[in-house]
DNA sequence: ATTTAGTTTAACCATTTGGTTAAACTTGAC
DNA sequence: GTCAAGTTTAACCAAATGGTTAAACTAAAT
């Protein structure tokens, strides 16, 4: 069950997170970060002296949930195809519950200012992949295509739809339950896409 | 061949797009903008009154390259899925061309001071896929898979990479050379996923 | 020669913003 | 009771920023 009073650290954190998630680093105030927070200006520079020092708590915080955590699913005796497909159902379940994360470390990583983060990404789940691929092309059963390619395409067929939400949302004529809906389904349909593709 | 003097409304109109698709709106100033046009400050706000007004100027300028023009693909006498294969050649050519395109168009219609902007994009295509796709359907030529996430999937694979490039490269260990080479054979790697995901 | 649009210079303004400070107040630990 | 950390209040500061203004200058069109 959750903790009913929050710390003021953490509900600094909560509120810092809301603002530079919805706003981005330059569209936030610290203002509007002290007042989500229910504190004043003072108190919010008296935990993290500047807005630099909090944005990068923040992003600390988050980016653990920009890749699924995927540890054990290499070391499971399963068709690669099928660790894929979990892979991709933890994905989407993340993102389904994180939908403004990948915009935000995306534009952190594009900011001039802030591309040192970069060092901060947990990469290591992508070239897991890469390389989980390449065993298998040996053993003959998969089909014979660039491990990066695959990457990014499994990458960008889950993530691309938080990022565009409000772009599809209107082409389809789709509302926030749709939209979720169509996102669980999503899951089984990537699966079948991996299949498709996989096979040799 | 390119106009050797660019008018001062042309030149401040580059420099603009320049600093908003490199800084953001929230990160530009309109002195830098009125330097990288080589101009000063009250020229600027001379031809452009406010720095919305200018933003506008832009985003309608370069929104068309947000999807590509596609129109004449769905009259040519080939099968869906070659058709399908030319709208990702000629969208992912246009994003070598445009990479930092995506990421100014998904932050303008995902920051709530700019989300009407999200009426000015041409959706058209989007809607023009899954109905064609339809059709194909009801003739029993393609899986029968969802429209929706049929079209997710093609945009997602295509731009995700120009979203992700600083986080591909440092994984993949590439140059922004390497990349390109990686975006050009992305095309025909595209088609083929594509043919096994339709084929029947 | 005069007009006119385009352009520069440079100062100016109001507001926003990140950040600071100092004094007073609260509350739980010792 | 005392002490210290946490918190509030409220004022303050310096810098940045979008935008304005007025005067002077340039060059092409009339």
Known sequence: MPKLDLTTEEKILKAAEAIFLR???DGSRMQDIADEAGINKALLHYYFRSKDKLFEHVFDLKIGT?????DGVFDLDIDFTDKIGLIIEGY????RENPYLPLFVLNTVNNPEKSDFIKKLPIGLMQKIALNYFVE??????????PMQFVMSIMGMCVFPFL???ILMDAFGADKKAFD????????????YV???LTP
Chains 1, 2 share one sequence.
């Open 195 to 197: 299949k498709l593709i």
């Open 164 to 166: 565009a939400q409000p």
């Open 23 to 25: 706003d981005g680093y």
């Open 137 to 146: 092309l040996q053993k003959g059963k998969v089909r014979s295509i660039n």
């Open 66 to 70: 920009f890749f699924p955590k995927a």
């Open 92 to 95: 989407i379940n993340l993102l």
């Open 181 to 192: 809906v169509l996102m669980e389904q999503r899951i089984e349909e990537l699966k079948l």
